[in-house]
């Protein structure tokens, strides 16, 4: 396998639909990402070397024959495991959680968008996903790849809210951060 | 017909499809979507839009029909049909959609029925039309012409 430059992301995206799996597919690959595209929250924990039932202890460890998988796009509304139940097994488990999550809905529910970026989602898409949305995966992965390469790094608000949380659960997310990130979205 | 004919009458026809609503510019995003690498990319998403839609009224058929009306189920397929609308841009279907999802919400069985006969009429609408936009196309590339760009 000839080996790549660096540029190239492989995003794991989640959606039931699948005419929506096949947009997010093409959406993705216009925008240069490797694409694996499933239909289901356990499918995706599976690729993910994450099986259903077994702890974040016993999971397969990468060096395993398993994809890395730079970013994790799912919808929010899949019968069975849902997308936030799925941004919480990941962000649960230890190998997993750095991997930046990303929602998609095609309802603006305000209380949801909340829900998941508490629950450690890096943002929320409404649908149908633009093209232009594409742009704002990029910098999600280079920050985690970022805090990867040097864990001392001292923590900036935009790269840790998970840990942040985690740390403080009663501590809110930096005002700023979450206006920026509901902002985008008209919750009119 | 000559294929600067047959490219006017595309034009024509597509500006009057989103002009009357019966698109909308994500429809125009799915174009977008589409080159030579992927060169059957709208008709393979719209296809599957038919099929998931045709799919999804028989469904509703079959839950409004039934003794005691399951109003959460009949809400759960006015959401798939309304999110698959949206996706390619189909705006009067998902229009529909919306007024659908309030008859819901009000366990309004008569309204129910009214909003999935408004939706069925509006899917075969849409769905004609957009077998008259490919039809076109493959007529305009079989004359040798390229597909004209709306945007």
Redesign the interface.
Known sequence: MAVVAEAQFHVLAVDD????R??IE??LK?SSFQVTAVDSGSRALEVLGLSEGLTSSSAVSPAHNEIEVNLVITDY?MPGMTGYDLLKKIKGSSSLKDIPVVIMS??NVPSRINRCLEGGAEEFFL??V??SDMKRLRPHILKGKSKEQQPQEEETSSTSISSNKRKAMDEELSPERRRLKLSNYSLI | MESSDLQRRYIDFTSTLFREGFLDSQYTQLQQLQDESNPEFVTEVVTLFFQDSEKLQDDLTRTLDQEVVDFKKVAAHVHQLKGSSASIGAQRVKNVCMAFRICCEEMNREGCLGCLQQARQEYFLVKSKLETVFRLEQQIVAGGGSIPTMW
Not at chain 1, 17 to 20: A, F, K, T, W
Request: proline share 6%.
């Open positions: 639909s699948l005419m929506d096949k947009l093409r959406l216009t509304c095609s309802e649908k149908p633009q093209l």
